[in-house]
């Protein structure tokens, strides 16, 4: 393999480093910033990661050779971490030995990455040649070198749209049997998914016992088996479940969804369940899939349609990127699937999800790629699948809107059930936003400007129906016409302008002005959204509340009608629909029914504001501003208790329900946590098990409250972050409650970490989505991360890799109205506390994984409750303590767990 002869350019927080394209070895030289900006402004430099080089170097204009791009077009849908030192594992190249050595890396990953084109066993060949003809026409940088070393195919090769296999009609599933699993069984269905060699584990085998009760025949309508299970860190519950759950399957023929908050778990689930399921089952379908939310999946004909124009300049790079993952992917996920999470950000975050079918405008059988669409793939997959992996959101929403009742979830496991009732929280909230509102009159109107895009109106993608049938054809019109009414493009600046137009924009004027009267949360100087309860409204903003709701009844008034129509031509087809025009009003008619719902619930938003208060909701007026510029108007509803609905639309229909955490109840109570359940709701009276972590914390872990650095003081917070990280070595996981003082932690210690050899990543900073972070943050025990909330519980780092967590502060609940009504209704501050409880306990949950982990956890607070120190597993060690010490402590931990590696790492005499 032979290094690329071009200069190649590194930078961290400890430098800049220039290689010339001499590769006699001592080329490589550190340059300032300054020079560093020169050189690449000068010539195309072989980089990695431009966005994030671009913000080490504060010049964002910066371009170059990017190696990612050159891996993301070579080995499409291929894991790797975009560190030098995941490039270099990835290519099986050698290391680098520090910064000073990246740009060398760099000349041989390119090296190598353009010779596997020219290796007759490059695996993902095909397509390659044609992608790259476009790729020339868009002068893409690495064009010129890729050409000569990409033969042209003999024959034409299979591109994108013929390469993808078609999914098969399924029959509908027959309802599962009635079974009941005996515990011998059950166990014995352990003990083969864990290896009969494995350690017998007690805690697993009562956990898998108690589970199999959920799967019993349920004894009256309404009324599923549910099961509340607390298992602590490390029983080994995936098993636990998949146990009776896999028995199940095979017993009652019927479907089991698992279902989680982080892909983390996905992830791991998906590895587990291969212990209980072949990949394929000998008929060629699979036992296990993967759902998500459709927004997830790649949407063949937006691609298509960036492909020939839609997209120009980098998006249409981007297009032909995701393309060449596309004929790879295993299932077309974009968002946590094989597509490399960096790849958006290297061009536009919005690009993505341009390619995703986020606004419901499928045509489904209308569609040119309906037979191969990764999505109707998925939906059809899960239908007879033994299990389906998914997640609490989309659990919900199957469960409220599923398009096929007979695939409802009806035997649910809630993994991470700490979760079901944010997730519950954000599927049955209403929100009436500017943004949303424009969303429905893009999906009835069309775009407003000439767009290159395929965006159409109701009235295109409904055409053939509309020259068929005349009411159809009526009602398409009326819907049109009402439409108008709701805020257009450039609806932001006309109210900032005091401009409004129509009566929806009215409003929203009307929101933003009483909003800005009445807020005092303190967000107005410091940039952060706008809030104020919708109570004390004067008749003026009742009045204009009223018009927009008629304006909005207007509107659903003729999208009934059309629905109507369309069950009519179901009903009564006429001779030219054939199965695909079937299938397509199906789906016309499924999201119609979603925008009728919708435009529902905000008519009885709108309907009750002036009128006495629900007890049963919250409901407040908004602006949402990131860094003081505002992005979004509007008015939101949540339930004051969201398990409510989703007893009577999840737990109702279901048979079984298992729902389980490691952090389900608070300290010894189970009254919250059965409240939280939403099982009152219908009158169940759930399962309750415990099991003990078998996890010896009094020795593997110990907790830090350190009391002598005070809130607030930036210059001492940042101090004690930075010295804490330089005591353990990297490995540190710092945790925020606000993003501004995590870029204020992260700007003054950043450089001096990595002087020393201790890389420090931020999300909120590092223009890297939060899944690579975590995997940068895996592959390297130097380094530390900074987060916010998302990392919270989505981080799964076992091994050296974690060994300090560190909060800022005691994690307070945010002072929201919501927050506020839901505390008044809760108890008060025994509510926060129950919050708090939670959130300290998922921390600390981060810290150790495995048997052999061990690490501190430091919560910097003068005055941390006594009442919160339940929190943590029974048996640690916490103490509060000076930084001096804390910082001794960790210390002493580091040397030692460097001592005991270098002894494990000694070869055996
Ligand atoms: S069927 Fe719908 S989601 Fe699938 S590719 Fe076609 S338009 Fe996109």
Redesign the pocket.
């Known amino acids: 393999m032979a290094a690329l002869p071009l200069p190649a350019l590194h930078a961290s927080h400890g430098g800049c480093w220039l290689r010339e394209q001499d590769l006699t070895g001592s080329g490589t030289r550190p340059i300032s910033k300054g020079d560093a900006v020169m050189a690449a402004a000068d010539t195309p430099l072989l980089i990695l990661n431009a966005p994030l080089l671009a913000t080490r170097l504060g010049y964002p204009d910066l371009s170059g050779l990017d190696l990612l791009e050159l891996y993301a077009f070579v080995h499409p849908a291929r894991f790797v971490v975009p560190t030098p030192k995941g490039l270099a594992h990835a290519l099986n190249l050698e290391e680098p030995q520090g910064d000073a050595d990246v740009p060398r890396l760099l000349q041989e990953a390119a090296g190598a990455l353009l010779d596997m084109c020219g290796n007759p066993e490059w695996p993902e060949r095909e397509g390659a040649w044609t992608a790259l003809q476009s790729l020339i026409r868009m002068r893409w940088p690495w064009a010129t070198l890729l050409t000569g070393r990409i033969q042209r195919p003999s024959q034409a090769e299979r591109w994108l749209f013929a390469r993808l296999p078609e999914w098969e009609e399924t029959p509908e599933a027959p309802q599962p049997r009635q079974v009941v699993l005996s515990e011998e069984e059950v166990l014995e269905r352990l003990t083969r998914l864990t290896g009969s060699t494995a350690e017998q584990r007690s805690g697993q085998r009562a956990y898998a016992v108690e589970a199999a009760n959920a799967f019993a025949p349920r004894e009256r309508a309404g009324r599923p088996h549910v099961l509340l299970a607390q298992a602590g860190t490390g029983i080994g519950k995936t098993l636990g479940y998949l146990a009776p759950t896999s028995l199940w399957t095979e017993k009652a023929g019927g479907t089991v969804w698992v279902s989680t908050y982080t892909k983390a778990l996905q992830r791991q689930l998906r590895q587990e369940s291969r212990r209980a399921w072949p990949e394929h089952r000998a008929d060629g379908t699979r036992p296990v899939v993967v759902r998500k939310g ?1 927004e997830n999946y790649l ?4 691609l298509e349609d960036a492909l020939q124009g839609g997209f120009s300049g980098r998006a249409a790079v981007l297009a032909q990127l995701v393309a060449r993952w596309a004929a790879y992917s295993r299932d077309g996920d974009m968002i946590g699937g094989d597509l490399p999470g960096w790849l958006g950000t290297l061009f536009r975050q919005r690009g993505i999800a341009a390619l995703t ?1 986020r606004r419901g ?4 059988a209308g ?1 040119p ?2 037979r191969k ?4 793939r998925a939906a059809r997959a899960s239908v007879g699948a033994d299990l389906v992996i998914g997640n609490h959101a989309l659990v919900m929403v199957n469960a409220a809107r599923g398009r096929d009742p007979a695939s409802r979830p009806t035997r649910i496991v809630f993994d991470e059930g700490h979760h079901v009732f944010d997730a519950a929280d954000s599927t049955f909230a209403a929100a009436l936003s500017g943004a949303e509102a424009i969303e429905l009159r893009r999906w009835v109107i069309g775009p407003e400007k000439a767009s290159k895009g395929r965006r159409r109106g109701l009235s295109a993608r409904l055409a053939d129906i509309a020259s068929y049938d005349e009411a159809g054809a009526q009602a398409i019109t009326a819907a049109r016409a009402a439409a108008e009414a709701l805020p257009g493009d450039g609806w932001m600046q006309r109210i900032l302008e005091n401009a409004a137009s129509g009566p929806l924009e009215e409003l929203l004027a009307a929101v933003r002005a009483t909003v800005y009267a009445r807020d005092e949360s303190g967000g107005q100087e410091a940039g952060y959204g706008l809030e104020t309860e919708a109570a004390g409204l004067d008749g003026a903003f009742v009045e204009i509340a009223q018009a927009a709701r008629m304006a909005l009844a207007e509107l659903r008034q003729p999208l009934i009608r059309l629905g109507m129509r369309l069950e009519a031509l179901l009903e009564e087809p006429p001779d030219w629909l054939d199965g695909p025009g079937r299938a397509r009003i199906e789906g016309a008619r499924h999201s119609l029914t979603w925008r009728v719902e919708t435009l529902a619930a905000w008519e009885s938003l709108l309907d009750r504001l002036g009128g006495p208060a629900d007890p049963e909701y919250v409901d407040w007026l908004a602006v949402d501003r990131s860094e003081a510029r505002e992005f979004d108007i509007g008015i939101h509803r949540r339930w004051l208790d969201p398990m409510k609905p989703f007893a009577k639309v999840v737990l109702e229909p279901a048979h079984g329900v298992v729902m389980t955490s490691a952090t389900l109840r608070d300290g010894e109570d189970w009254t919250k946590a059965i409240a939280r359940s939403g099982t009152p709701t219908i009158d169940v009276a759930p399962r309750l098990s415990i099991h003990q972590s078998p996890f010896d914390y009094a020795s593997q872990a110990e907790v830090l409250i350190v009391t002598d650095v005070p809130k607030g003081d930036i210059p001492a917070l940042s101090a004690a972050f930075g010295r804490l990280i330089e005591a353990s070595g990297g490995g540190a996981l710092g945790l925020f409650t606000a993003i501004r003082r995590l870029r204020a932690v992260h700007g003054r210690i950043a450089d001096r970490l990595a002087r020393g050899g201790l890389p420090l990543y931020a999300q909120h900073v590092d223009p890297i989505d939060t899944g690579t972070l975590v995997d940068i943050f895996r592959d390297d025990p130097a380094a530390s991360l900074l987060g916010t909330d998302a990392l919270r519980d989505g981080v799964d780092v076992p091994g050296h890799s974690l060994r300090l967590v560190v909060m800022e502060q005691v994690p307070w609940p945010r002072p929201t109205i919501l927050h506020r009504a839901r505390r008044l209704a809760n108890g008060g501050s025994a509510y926060d506390d129950t919050l708090i409880r939670a959130k300290l306990a998922q921390a600390f949950g981060r810290l150790i994984r495995s048997r052999d982990d061990h690490g501190h956890f430091v919560v910097l607070s003068p005055a941390f409750p006594s009442r919160l120190l339940s929190a943590f597993p029974a048996g640690t060690p916490i103490r509060r303590v000076s930084l001096d010490e804390a910082l001794q402590r960790v210390a002493d931990h580091a040397s030692g767990a460097t001592a005991e590696t270098i002894e494990a790492s000694d070869p055996p005499n």
Request: a negative charge; glycine letters at 0%; one cysteine or more.
């Open positions: 459709r949407c063949l004909l937006n079918d405008e499928c045509v489904y569609c790629h309906y669409c990764f999505i109707e």
